[in-house]
């Protein structure tokens, strides 16, 4: 049986890796993680991704929600990332 969600996370890292390598993260993050990664502390990652996943969902509602007060032709055409 496949995993959805495994299937559409390898879609978006193919599609959109290479530009999120290039992206930095908050110094200590990286180090953070590996650190949780090496002590098996899988509900604090779990709890990094939830709030990730939290903090993208308030704010792609936030810009769906003023989309509506904004002409068309001011929107960038840029691909979007959909959960």
């Given amino acids: 049986m ?10 978006l890292r193919s599609e959109y890796g290479e ?3 290039a992206m930095p993260l908050p110094d200590g993050l990286p180090e953070h993680l590996r650190t949780l ?7 604090a990652i779990q709890f ?6 939290q903090f993208g969902a308030q704010v792609g509602y936030a810009a769906g929600s003023r989309q509506g ?3 068309a032709a001011n929107i960038p055409n840029t691909p ?4």
Wanted: proline fraction near 6%; avoid cysteine.
């Fill in 80 to 83: 979007r990332v959909q959960a």
């Fill in 48 to 53: 990094m991704i939830k709030l990730a996943w």
């Fill in 2 to 11: 496949t995993n959805p969600y495994a299937e559409w996370f390898e879609q």
């Fill in 37 to 43: 990664i090496n002590q098996h502390d899988e509900d």
């Fill in 69 to 71: 007060d904004t002409p």
């Fill in 19 to 21: 530009q999120l390598r």
